[in-house]
């Protein structure tokens, strides 16, 4: 079967857009016919979609949509080819009913889910088809996908939390650096040149104000535009092997951040091994999944090396303690893992554990930065008002003397 897209009017006379499954392009106006839809241009889209797909990514909350559904229509006995005509059919998005019309094209023509899904490996990473392989062989697709939804939903929370936790911190700091930054460049001037006019000295903390205040006004859209190019430069060159690591291994060497870096990459890890494992797929293979979600380079490194020893027949926990990167408690659960020869709810309940602790430090974190960003900005406003206020007292005290 080939994947069409069509614009057709309904009853009401209502223009309808979508994507079909159908043998040819006269099968394809036929079926249209039987819903009750008027074509008005069908064409064949399969390379057009795949394409269009391959280029575009879905996002978290299409993919955890479409496989929770997935997973409720499968576990109802509804075959994978209808259930994924009526996910696509149901779907608002042009782009998931493209995406599921491929993949469904591909089923049709007696590909596996898991291969078929593996064709849009922009729409569908390599951990969620591994993941629906597992599931494939092991007999429990309905199972499995009920659970790769479940993890998708954690991780994308997890997400949210980590980009809530660095939101607060870098909004408050900006607008506190924007509001010293307009003290310095519009008012202290305005005040100063009244001192000056009267040809006093200003004390030295003043004479210091107006300096940076003169500084901002001659260089500050060129040090603005340099602070600029040097993100962009920065974010550039992160994304050079070498230098990504560099900037890994120095925020896992962090007293505090590197232990929230270190206890975020961890839970992940944890996560996708346990959603593997308990869909019964081999270590090997849980680790190389959980290997390619984890984003710092060190850790990365570690997971590679945890691989190679357990190739070899090394044990799991001891592998992982050996790398001296992965929190005792993961190791622990590891080991846990291989006494019970259930490695799924140990690496769960270890995830779980991290991703609380996570949410804890955080939020106490986040309560003392707070205090400490409003003394910190409320102690350079003091200081700017200080600033003006010297010449005033100088003043004072001359005339009373």
Do not use: W
Request: glycine content about 8%; charged content about 20%; aromatic content about 4%.
């Amino acid at each position: 079967m080939a994947a069409f897209e069509y614009q057709a009017l309904d009853q009401n006379g209502k223009k309808q857009k979508g994507v079909l499954s159908s043998d040819s392009l006269k099968s394809a106006r036929r079926e249209l016919r039987k819903q009750g839809l008027t074509p008005i241009n069908v064409e064949a889209s399969k390379e057009k979609a795949a394409k269009k797909s391959r280029g575009r990514k879905l996002t978290s909350k299409d993919s955890v949509l479409l496989t929770r559904q997935m997973a409720m229509l499968i576990s109802s006995g509804t075959p994978v080819e209808e259930a994924l005509a009526a996910v696509g059919d149901s779907a608002k998005k042009g782009n998931v009913r493209s995406v599921l019309a491929d993949v469904r094209s591909n089923v049709v023509e007696g590909q596996s889910l898991s291969d078929a899904l593996s064709s849009q490996r922009i729409a569908f990473p390599a951990l969620y088809t591994s993941i629906v392989a597992a599931g494939e062989t092991a007999g429990a697709l309905d199972v499995v996908m009920g659970r790769l939804a479940d993890y998708q939903e954690k991780s994308e929370e997890m997400r949210g939390k980590v980009i809530s936790a660095l939101i607060y911190p870098i909004v408050v700091g900006v607008v506190a650096l924007m509001v010293v930054v307009a003290l310095l460049v519009f008012v202290v001037p305005r005040v100063v040149e009244q001192f000056e006019t009267m040809g006093q000295k200003l004390p030295l903390l003043t004479q210091t104000m107006v300096n940076i205040s003169e500084f901002l006004q001659a260089y500050g859209l060129f040090l603005s535009a340099g602070i600029v190019v040097a993100v962009l430069v920065l974010g550039r060159m992160s994304r050079i092997e070498s230098v990504k690591r560099r900037l890994d291994r120095f925020s896992l060497s962090l007293p505090l951040i590197g232990e929230v870096v270190r206890s975020v990459a961890s839970a992940r890890f944890a996560r996708t091994f346990a959603t593997l494992a308990a869909s019964k797929a081999p270590v090997l293979d849980c680790l190389r999944a959980a290997k390619e979600t984890t984003p710092n380079l060190i850790l990365r490194d570690a997971v590679q090396q945890v691989i190679e020893d357990v190739r070899e027949g090394g044990s799991l926990s001891q592998s992982m303690a050996r790398t001296k990167e992965f929190p005792p408690l993961v190791t622990h659960m590891a080991a846990g893992g291989e006494a019970s020869g259930e490695y799924g709810p140990m690496f769960e309940k270890g995830a779980e554990y991290l991703e609380r602790d996570f949410e804890k430090t955080s939020s106490v974190a986040l309560g003392l930065l707070e205090p400490l960003i409003t003394v910190v900005m409320g102690g350079l406003v003091m200081i700017i008002i200080l600033a003006i206020m010297l010449p005033i007292l100088q003043l004072n005290s001359g005339a009373m003397i």
